[in-house]
């Protein structure tokens, strides 16, 4: 009477107490699970007379109507939980049984199991649930000829989980199931799709991301010590280049296996909560965690709820701007995607070897300079461009240099730059940039710095491509501009 996927959903209804068949259709579910002598009640509801007509002749034909209580319900609406400990919802689509779920408040009980069986984005299944408190215990894909089916074992737990890009693309799968390796095998070549896509459209580190993530999903992940993760971006971002006030580095130790990473601007008690719900064994953040000696650590701080969840940070902050290939060095890919340049790259302040604390870069063809501010709003992500109002109105040599860098101007005017590209200006050097007739474009700290990151996932991703790398959602602009 049922199919692979309907048997399924019955093997995972537990039978201690009322079950619920959300969108009954034609009562086969509940008739099985009456049959079976699983359940000794099924309601199924329906938000149509239409399929209910027909699960009154379902349950009439197989002589459990006296069992099974039909009732017209849009979702749970209708729908007693009384006594009830399990509730299918099959055969829709993910959002629509997110919608059901978001619906009825009353399922936020560790005593109610979810099976729920999307025929379309499971990956927004699985985002709400994670979101909404909801842990999800199991996760089985199953076959009907050539389609493949994924069914969600969840319950509601006050926790949830962190919905990232990778668990969300991958669930949670047995690997080793033939149907699940199948499944696994369809959503890796989605991505591998995905990544051809954003090559084209220019967005390498997109792409770059989206092949390791298409790869790591048809194999276990695996865990590496942080002694070679620290290596390795030591030898990347050396953190003798760090200058002799910073304090980057390993600042909160911990060395446990690490499967998990969190990259961030800042570390602040949201990305630690973040931390927390992802599994996160260390988070690499650019500004460093402890800066000032710490006289005391409050109960709650930052540097407290590190060590209370066993959590490392990492921590590189001016090296990280010096290094070749660190936060300048995409500031400087970034405007070459987006204007033509001089061949000639000329280091700003130069710090040994390869590395350089900022750039000077040659535009091929000058530019107004508020058309310039207009991309490099987009360039960084930010709000808005401050741009000081005296200026030299076409420019060609740009100077820039990542974070609070407004006390290097006269560095710029030195090397005969007309724009100056950087965060955190103070008055008082919009007034020599006004005197000076300097292009000055203050873009913020944040946003010139928080584009990085990116580039540091892409870093990490091709040297341990077992680990799994998020960006966290709560490395966001510290201020709300109103």
């Known amino acids: 009477m049922l199919d692979n996927r309907l048997k399924k959903c019955a093997e ?96 936020a009980d ?70 699940g390796y199948k499944y696994l095998k369809m959503q890796s070549d989605a991505l591998k799709k995905k990544a051809d896509a954003l090559e084209k459209a220019g967005k390498s580190e997109d792409a770059l991301h989206n092949q390791i993530m298409a790869a790591n999903l048809l194999h276990e992940r695996e865990k590496v010590s942080i002694a070679s993760l620290y290596d390795y971006l030591d030898r990347l971002y050396p953190f003798s280049l760090q200058e002799s006030w910073d304090n980057s580095g390993f600042l909160i130790e911990n060395y446990k296996p690490v499967s998990t990473v969190l990259l961030t601007l800042d570390i602040d008690i949201s990305v630690i909560e973040e931390a927390i719900l992802s599994g996160a064994d260390v988070i690499i953040s650019h500004h460093p965690v402890i800066f000032k000696p710490l006289k005391r650590v409050t109960e709650f701080s930052p540097v407290m709820e590190l060590i209370r969840h066993n959590i490392g940070a990492i921590c590189m902050h001016t090296n990280l701007d010096i290094a070749n290939g660190g936060t300048n060095s995409t500031i400087l890919r970034k405007l070459s995607e987006s204007f033509e340049l ?17 750039y000077i870069v040659t535009l091929k063809e000058a530019v107004p300079a508020g058309e310039f501010g207009s991309v490099l709003k987009k360039i960084f992500g930010c709000e808005y461009v401050r741009m000081n109002k005296n200026n030299c109105g076409i420019i060609s040599r740009v100077a820039f240099c ?71 959602e709560n490395s966001t602009d510290p201020c709300n501009y109103i």
């Open 12 to 107: 995972l209804v537990s039978g201690k107490g009322v079950a619920v068949d959300v969108g009954t259709d034609h009562a086969y579910l509940a008739a099985e699970l009456i049959r079976s002598g699983k359940c000794e009640k099924v309601i199924a509801s329906d938000v149509n007379e239409g399929p209910l007509e027909s699960a009154e002749r379902t349950v009439e034909k197989y002589g459990v109507a006296d069992k099974v209580e039909l009732i017209l319900s849009d979702g749970l609406e209708n729908v007693p939980l009384d006594d009830v400990t399990d509730i299918v919802i099959a055969g829709m689509g993910g959002e629509t049984i997110a919608e059901i779920l978001q619906a009825c408040p009353y399922l």
């Open 110 to 179: 560790e005593n109610i199991n979810l099976i729920l069986q999307p025929m379309t984005k499971a990956e927004e299944l699985r985002a709400f649930l994670g979101e909404n408190g909801f842990r999800i215990k199991g996760e089985y894909a199953v076959g009907e000829g050539e389609r493949i089916y994924i069914i969600l074992y969840a319950s509601y737990n006050g926790i949830g989980f962190e919905v990232s890009e990778f668990k969300n693309m991958r669930g949670f799968i047995d690997i080793n199931d033939t149907v």
């Open 342 to 358: 001089e061949d000639t790259i000329e280091p700003f302040e130069e710090c040994g070897a390869d590395n350089s604390l900022g």
């Open 402 to 472: 990542s974070g609070s860098g407004g006390s290097m101007l006269d560095l710029a005017l030195e090397k005969g730059c007309d724009a100056y590209i950087t965060g955190d200006v103070k008055h008082d050097v919009w007034i020599d940039a006004n005197n000076s007739n300097i292009a000055l474009f203050d873009c913020g700290h944040f946003h010139t710095e928080n584009i990085v990151l990116k580039q540091l996932r892409n870093a990490i991703e091709k040297e341990f491509p077992q680990l799994e790398v998020i960006i966290a």
